[in-house]
């Protein structure tokens, strides 16, 4: 293999995250020489801070939502390289005539945008916190009074239940006949 990852990763592991993950061996590399540039205290774990550094991750309205995704399993607030490519798993595209596997697969992708909007971890999206996820997207751009008119109109065609929530189910059945899939999809290099 030859490159700096393949010094810290031995081959064993590649193929167990290959097979878990669906990446390649040169993704896997790739990936993991990412990880270890964001690294910059050398402790073989991620923290906030480390993502935060990331540019397109800084300057995104969701970028403190983004983050805080990857750290949904950790107890210590921390994240270590399998849980750094098992998230980025999700996001492998699925190759057209290939199956996508539990991991990028569209209910993967739709539980992830779902854990954007579900601020308190409830498993459910309320009023508030489609409007504050709305806020942060859109910032000062729009009133308060027209993003409460947006957020009414999503509320009104997603609950099906009249709850003034979202579950998961509603949510998913809301993206149905959508182009989901493409549009939470990223292109690895290899």
């Not at 983004?66 to 996001?91: C, H, K, P």
């Amino acid at each position: 293999m030859g490159s700096k990852a393949s010094i810290f990763l031995q081959d064993e592991e590649i193929n167990e995250i290959q097979s878990a993950t669906g990446f390649s061996c040169n993704q896997i590399e790739r990936l993991y020489s990412r990880f270890s540039n964001l690294d910059k205290g050398g402790n073989g774990f991620l923290t906030r801070e480390d993502f935060l550094r990331i540019p397109e991750l800084a300057i995104n309205p969701l970028g403190d939502r983004i983050v805080e995704a990857f750290f949904g399993d950790s107890v210590d607030d921390t994240v270590n390289f399998r849980q750094f490519i098992n998230l980025l798993s999700t996001f492998r595209s699925i190759k057209p005539g290939t199956k996508s596997s539990d991991v990028n697969s569209r209910d993967a992708k739709l539980r992830f945008a779902f854990k954007i909007y579900d601020l308190d971890n409830d498993n459910l999206i309320s009023m508030e916190e489609l409007l504050a996820v709305l806020h942060m997207m859109v910032g000062d751009n729009i009133s308060d009074e027209q993003l409460l008119v947006i957020a009414k109109r999503a509320m009104a065609d997603i609950d099906t239940g009249d709850s003034n929530t979202v579950t998961f189910e509603q949510f998913n059945a809301a993206m149905e006949g959508g182009n989901f899939d493409d549009k939470m999809s990223v292109r690895f290099l290899n």
